[in-house]
C-alpha cells in the first residue's frame, strides 16, 4: 500500500516538474518574439522535413549554424515526415509574425493554401532544399536548394565513368525515395532521360521505394535479389539505403561494388567509408550545408530585396568516384 | 463423408483463414519468381526469399506477441513503435561508445540497458493504464509520441553506425545456417505460450480482458496482471528494436519501428484476437504478422509500382479479413453457410476483424 502511494505521490511529481520546465522553456522564447523585432534582429521560422538521415542532420546543423553566425533569430520545427505537423508549423509561424518563413516541403504538392496565408499575411517564404508544385509562383521568392533533376543525370554520367569498357546489355535496380517526394521524382526522371538519350542498353529491370532508409534499403534490395539474380548495376536515390543494400547484396553471396556496381547520391559519411572500401562505386553529392546561402537570401528578401535573387539559388556540389573517396573522407563533414 | 467433415472441421478451426491467406500470398509470388520457395546455402547460412520472409519479419512477430496480451487484457499499445526506436538507439549509443566494439560483454551491457528501459517503458504504460485508469489509447499515445523524441534524443537526431560483428548477430546473424533471430523469436514464443496456456496466467489475462471489475471481485489482482501485459509487450518490442537496429548496424531514431504498432494491431486482428480483450491467439498472431511481412515481400518481388504499394496493401488486407468474418462468409457463400446451420454462426473474433480493419489498415 504504502508503495502504491509512494509511486502516485513520485507520478504526480515528475509530471509536475514536467508540466513547470515546459512552461519554463516556453516563456523565455515568447518574450524574446516582440524584444527581438523591436531590435531588427530577423526572425526566421524554419520548418524542416524531419531527421531522417545523416544528410538531414548535417542540413539542419547548417541552417542552425548559418542562422547563428547571421544573427538571425531562428524558431525551428521539425515535420517528422509529416505534411500535416509542416502545415501547421507554417501557420504557427504567420500566428507569430516572423519575418521570414522557410521550409523543406515533404511532399511536391498540396502547398498552395497554406502559402496564400503566408502571402496574405505579408511574410516572404523561401524553400530550401526540395521544390513545390504551385498554381501561382508568387507564392514563394525563391529555392535554397540542389537540382535534383540534374543530380540524376550526373548519376547515370558517373555510371558511364563506372561501366567504361563494359559491353552489351546493362541491367538497372532501382531504390527509389520515398513516395511523391522530389528528390525520388526528379532523380529518377534525370537518370532516365540520359538513359533513354543515349543508352539504349540499360534498362531499369527493378525499382521500388526504399523511403530513403538503410532498414528499407536493405528489404528492398534482398527481395530485388530474389526476383532477379541478374542486377549488374543499383542505383540508389541516396547514400542510406545503398548502405542497407550492400548487405543485402553481401548476404546474397555477391560483392558490392564488383558484381554489382553502386552508384548513389547524397555523400553522407558512412556512404564515403562505404565507398573507400570499394562497396560503392560513385558518389553524387546532394550538399547539405546550405545554411549560409539561405541566410544570405533572407536577408536579402527581409531588406525587400527579394526580386533581385533568381528563382533558383542552386547550392554547390561535386561528384566522386571510388578512387576519389580514401583521400576526400576525413573532409566529410556530414 | 469423412472427407467433407475433415474439411468442415479444418475449415472451422480458427487458424484456417489465416493459414490459407498466408499460403495464397506465398504462391502468388511463384509465376512472377519462379525460384521463390527454394533456399539455397550462400556463405555458409541459408538464402532465399522465405529466410528473408522470417529475418525481417521477426521483429514484427515478436512486437505482435507482446501486443497480443496487452490487448487479451483489453487494452492497446501504440508506443511499441517508440520503444523499438529507444531500445536500438540506446543499445547502438553505448556500443558504438566502447573502445572494443566487438566485445562480447560490452555488447550484453548494451542490450541488458536497452531492454531495461524497455521494461521502464513498459511499466510506464502499464501504471498509467491500470493505476491511473487512463484510456490505454491516450496513455500509450503519450510515449508514442514522446518516446519518440527520447530516442532522437539520445542519437542526438543522427544515424549511430555501429561496427560490431557481436551486436549484427541478433538481428541480421546466422546460426547453425539459420537467421540467428528465428531463434529468439522462437525463445519468446515458446516461453510466452507455456506461461500462458501451462500456466494459469493465459486464463487471467483473458478474465481480465473480459471483465477487470469482475476478475478483481473473485480475486485476481487484475492491475498487477496488466502491469506485467504492458511491461511483457515493452520487453517484446525492446528486443524488436535490439533486432531492427542489428539488422542494418545502425541506430535510426526517427526511423526505426515506424508505423510497427499498427502493423503489429494487424496482425493481432488476423490472427483472430479480439480488439475488445478477453481471448486471444499467439498462434494466430505469428501467422498474422507472417502475412503482413509476406506482403511487403511480395510487393518488392513482383514489382508493383511504388505509388500503388499502399493500395495493394490495403486490398489484400481487406480481403484476408473479409474472409475470416463468418458473417461475410455467410452473406457471400449463403447457400452453404444456412445448410450449416447457425450454429457455427460468428466466434465474436473474426466477426470483429472486418470493421477494426479501418483502424490499422
Given at each position: 500500500?504504502?508503495?502504491?502511494?509512494?509511486?502516485?505521490?513520485?507520478?504526480?511529481?515528475?509530471?509536475?516538474?514536467?508540466?513547470?520546465?515546459?512552461?519554463?522553456?516556453?516563456?523565455?522564447?515568447?518574450?524574446?518574439?516582440?524584444?527581438?523585432?523591436?531590435?531588427?534582429?530577423?526572425?526566421?521560422?524554419?520548418?524542416?522535413?524531419?531527421?531522417?538521415?545523416?544528410?538531414?542532420?548535417?542540413?539542419?546543423?547548417?541552417?542552425?549554424?548559418?542562422?547563428?553566425?547571421?544573427?538571425?533569430?531562428?524558431?525551428?520545427?521539425?515535420?517528422?515526415?509529416?505534411?500535416?505537423?509542416?502545415?501547421?508549423?507554417?501557420?504557427?509561424?504567420?500566428?507569430?509574425?516572423?519575418?521570414?518563413?522557410?521550409?523543406?516541403?515533404?511532399?511536391?504538392?498540396?502547398?498552395?493554401?497554406?502559402?496564400?496565408?503566408?502571402?496574405?499575411?505579408?511574410?516572404?517564404?523561401?524553400?530550401?532544399?526540395?521544390?513545390?508544385?504551385?498554381?501561382?509562383?508568387?507564392?514563394?521568392?525563391?529555392?535554397?536548394?540542389?537540382?535534383?533533376?540534374?543530380?540524376?543525370?550526373?548519376?547515370?554520367?558517373?555510371?558511364?565513368?563506372?561501366?567504361?569498357?563494359?559491353?552489351?546489355?546493362?541491367?538497372?535496380?532501382?531504390?527509389?525515395?520515398?513516395?511523391?517526394?522530389?528528390?525520388?521524382?526528379?532523380?529518377?526522371?534525370?537518370?532516365?532521360?540520359?538513359?533513354?538519350?543515349?543508352?539504349?542498353?540499360?534498362?531499369?529491370?527493378?525499382?521500388?521505394?526504399g523511403d530513403f532508409t538503410r532498414a528499407g534499403?536493405?528489404?528492398?534490395?534482398?527481395?530485388?535479389?530474389?526476383?532477379?539474380?541478374?542486377?549488374?548495376?543499383?542505383?540508389?536515390?541516396?547514400?542510406?539505403?545503398?548502405?542497407?543494400?550492400?548487405?543485402?547484396?553481401?548476404?546474397?553471396?555477391?560483392?558490392?561494388?564488383t558484381d554489382i556496381k553502386i552508384v548513389s547520391?547524397?555523400?553522407?559519411?558512412?556512404?564515403?567509408?562505404?565507398?573507400?572500401?570499394?562497396?560503392?562505386?560513385?558518389?553524387?553529392?546532394?550538399?547539405?550545408?546550405?545554411?549560409?546561402?539561405?541566410?544570405?537570401?533572407?536577408?536579402?528578401?527581409?531588406?525587400?530585396?527579394?526580386?533581385?535573387?533568381?528563382?533558383?539559388?542552386?547550392?554547390?556540389?561535386?561528384?566522386?568516384?571510388?578512387?576519389?573517396?580514401?583521400?576526400?573522407?576525413?573532409?566529410?563533414?556530414? | 463423408?469423412?472427407?467433407?467433415?475433415?474439411?468442415?472441421?479444418?475449415?472451422?478451426?480458427?487458424?484456417?483463414?489465416?493459414?490459407?491467406?498466408?499460403?495464397?500470398?506465398?504462391?502468388?509470388?511463384?509465376?512472377?519468381?519462379?525460384?521463390?520457395?527454394?533456399?539455397?546455402?550462400?556463405?555458409?547460412?541459408?538464402?532465399?526469399?522465405?529466410?528473408?520472409?522470417?529475418?525481417?519479419?521477426?521483429?514484427?512477430?515478436?512486437?505482435?506477441?507482446?501486443?497480443?496480451?496487452?490487448?487479451?487484457?483489453?487494452?492497446?499499445?501504440?508506443?511499441?513503435?517508440?520503444?523499438?526506436?529507444?531500445?536500438?538507439?540506446?543499445?547502438?549509443?553505448?556500443?558504438?561508445?566502447?573502445?572494443?566494439?566487438?566485445?562480447?560483454?560490452?555488447?550484453?551491457?548494451?542490450?541488458?540497458?536497452?531492454?531495461?528501459?524497455?521494461?521502464?517503458?513498459?511499466?510506464?504504460?502499464?501504471?498509467?493504464?491500470?493505476?491511473?485508469?487512463?484510456?490505454?489509447?491516450?496513455?500509450?499515445?503519450?510515449?508514442?509520441?514522446?518516446?519518440?523524441?527520447?530516442?532522437?534524443?539520445?542519437?542526438?537526431?543522427?544515424?549511430?553506425?555501429?561496427?560490431?560483428?557481436?551486436?549484427?548477430?541478433?538481428?541480421?546473424?546466422?546460426?547453425?545456417?539459420?537467421?540467428?533471430?528465428?531463434?529468439?523469436?522462437?525463445?519468446?514464443?515458446?516461453?510466452?505460450?507455456?506461461?500462458?496456456?501451462?500456466?494459469?496466467?493465459?486464463?487471467?489475462?483473458?478474465?481480465?480482458?473480459?471483465?477487470?471489475?469482475?476478475?478483481?471481485?473473485?480475486?485476481?489482482?487484475?492491475?498487477?496482471?496488466?502491469?506485467?501485459?504492458?511491461?511483457?509487450?515493452?520487453?517484446c518490442a525492446g528486443i524488436a528494436g535490439l533486432?531492427?537496429?542489428?539488422?542494418?548496424?545502425?541506430?535510426?531514431?526517427?526511423?526505426?519501428?515506424?508505423?510497427?504498432?499498427?502493423?503489429?494491431?494487424?496482425?493481432?486482428?488476423?490472427?483472430?484476437?479480439?480488439?475488445?480483450?478477453?481471448?486471444?491467439?499467439?498462434?494466430?498472431?505469428?501467422?498474422?504478422?507472417?502475412?503482413?511481412?509476406?506482403?511487403?515481400?511480395?510487393?518488392?518481388?513482383?514489382?508493383?509500382?511504388?505509388?500503388?504499394?499502399?493500395?495493394?496493401?490495403?486490398?489484400?488486407?481487406?480481403?484476408?479479413?473479409?474472409?475470416?468474418?463468418?458473417?461475410?462468409?455467410?452473406?457471400?457463400?449463403?447457400?452453404?453457410?444456412?445448410?450449416?446451420?447457425?450454429?457455427?454462426?460468428?466466434?465474436?473474433?473474426?466477426?470483429?476483424?472486418?470493421?477494426?480493419?479501418?483502424?490499422?489498415?
Amino acid at each position: 500500500m504504502i508503495d502504491r502511494r509512494s509511486f502516485l505521490t513520485a507520478g504526480a511529481a515528475v509530471s509536475a516538474a514536467g508540466i513547470l520546465a515546459a512552461c519554463a522553456k516556453k516563456n523565455p522564447a515568447k518574450s524574446t518574439g516582440p524584444d527581438s523585432s523591436g531590435s531588427k534582429q530577423i526572425t526566421l521560422g524554419f520548418s524542416q522535413v524531419g531527421s531522417e538521415s545523416g544528410w538531414r542532420a548535417a542540413n539542419t546543423q547548417s541552417v542552425k549554424e548559418a542562422a547563428k553566425a547571421a544573427g538571425i533569430n531562428l524558431k525551428f520545427s521539425d515535420a517528422q515526415q509529416k505534411q500535416e505537423n509542416q502545415i501547421s508549423a507554417i501557420r504557427s509561424y504567420i500566428a507569430q509574425k516572423v519575418d521570414v518563413i522557410s521550409f523543406s516541403p515533404v511532399v511536391v504538392t498540396g502547398w498552395d493554401t497554406v502559402l496564400k496565408e503566408a502571402k496574405a499575411a505579408g511574410i516572404p517564404v523561401i524553400l530550401t532544399d526540395r521544390s513545390v508544385e504551385t498554381s501561382d509562383p508568387s507564392l514563394y521568392v525563391t529555392l535554397v536548394g540542389s537540382d535534383f533533376e540534374i543530380e540524376g543525370e550526373r548519376a547515370a554520367h558517373m555510371l558511364e565513368k563506372v561501366l567504361a569498357g563494359h559491353k552489351g546489355p546493362v541491367k538497372i535496380a532501382q531504390l527509389e525515395g520515398t513516395t511523391g517526394a522530389a528528390p525520388a521524382i526528379e532523380r529518377a526522371k534525370g537518370f532516365g532521360k540520359i538513359m533513354h538519350a543515349s543508352h539504349p542498353e540499360w534498362t531499369i529491370i527493378a525499382s521500388q521505394t526504399g523511403d530513403f532508409t538503410r532498414a528499407g534499403g536493405k528489404q528492398v534490395m534482398a527481395a530485388f535479389l530474389q526476383a532477379h539474380s541478374d542486377i549488374d548495376v543499383l542505383f540508389s536515390h541516396n547514400d542510406d539505403m545503398a548502405i542497407g543494400a550492400i548487405q543485402s547484396i553481401q548476404a546474397a553471396g555477391k560483392t558490392p561494388g564488383t558484381d554489382i556496381k553502386i552508384v548513389s547520391v547524397d555523400g553522407v559519411h558512412d556512404g564515403f567509408v562505404a565507398m573507400s572500401k570499394g562497396q560503392i562505386n560513385a558518389i553524387v553529392e546532394c550538399n547539405p550545408l546550405l545554411g549560409p546561402q539561405l541566410m544570405d537570401a533572407v536577408k536579402t528578401v527581409h531588406a525587400g530585396k527579394g526580386s533581385t535573387l533568381p528563382r533558383w539559388i542552386k547550392t554547390k556540389e561535386g561528384d566522386y568516384t571510388a578512387d576519389q573517396a580514401a583521400a576526400a573522407l576525413p573532409s566529410r563533414k556530414y | 463423408m469423412s472427407l467433407t467433415s475433415l474439411w468442415r472441421a479444418a475449415t472451422q478451426h480458427r487458424l484456417f483463414w489465416p493459414v490459407a491467406a498466408l499460403v495464397a500470398l506465398l504462391v502468388i509470388n511463384v509465376p512472377f519468381t519462379p525460384g521463390f520457395f527454394e533456399i539455397h546455402l550462400k556463405n555458409g547460412h541459408l538464402y532465399g526469399s522465405l529466410v528473408s520472409i522470417v529475418l525481417f519479419g521477426s521483429p514484427l512477430i515478436l512486437v505482435a506477441i507482446g501486443m497480443t496480451l496487452v490487448i487479451a487484457t483489453g487494452g492497446i499499445d501504440l508506443s511499441v513503435g517508440a520503444v523499438v526506436a529507444i531500445s536500438g538507439a540506446l543499445a547502438c549509443l553505448v556500443v558504438s561508445k566502447q573502445a572494443d566494439q566487438d566485445s562480447v560483454a560490452g555488447v550484453l551491457l548494451a542490450f541488458a540497458l536497452a531492454l531495461a528501459v524497455a521494461l521502464v517503458c513498459g511499466a510506464w504504460n502499464g501504471l498509467l493504464v491500470a493505476r491511473l485508469g487512463i484510456q490505454p489509447i491516450i496513455a500509450t499515445l503519450i510515449l508514442m509520441v514522446a518516446g519518440r523524441g527520447i530516442a532522437q534524443l539520445i542519437t542526438s537526431g543522427q544515424i549511430i553506425t555501429v561496427n560490431s560483428d557481436a551486436y549484427s548477430l541478433i538481428g541480421g546473424g546466422y546460426w547453425l545456417a539459420l537467421p540467428f533471430s528465428l531463434f529468439v523469436v522462437a525463445l519468446v514464443v515458446v516461453l510466452s505460450m507455456a506461461l500462458t496456456r501451462r500456466t494459469a496466467l493465459g486464463l487471467l489475462v483473458e478474465a481480465v480482458g473480459g471483465n477487470a471489475e469482475a476478475s478483481r471481485l473473485v480475486g485476481i489482482r487484475s492491475r498487477r496482471i496488466k502491469i506485467m501485459a504492458y511491461m511483457f509487450c515493452g520487453l517484446c518490442a525492446g528486443i524488436a528494436g535490439l533486432m531492427i537496429s542489428s539488422n542494418v548496424s545502425a541506430a535510426d531514431g526517427n526511423n526505426a519501428g515506424l508505423w510497427i504498432e499498427l502493423d503489429a494491431i494487424l496482425a493481432v486482428v488476423i490472427g483472430g484476437t479480439s480488439l475488445t480483450g478477453g481471448r486471444f491467439h499467439l498462434g494466430g498472431t505469428i501467422i498474422g504478422a507472417l502475412i503482413i511481412q509476406t506482403l511487403t515481400t511480395t510487393i518488392y518481388t513482383i514489382g508493383v509500382p511504388t505509388q500503388t504499394n499502399l493500395v495493394f496493401k490495403a486490398v489484400v488486407v481487406i480481403v484476408v479479413c473479409l474472409m475470416q468474418s463468418s458473417v461475410f462468409r455467410a452473406k457471400v457463400f449463403g447457400a452453404r453457410a444456412k445448410r450449416r446451420g447457425p450454429a457455427q454462426k460468428s466466434p465474436g473474433a473474426a466477426a470483429d476483424a472486418a470493421p477494426q480493419m479501418e483502424v490499422s489498415s
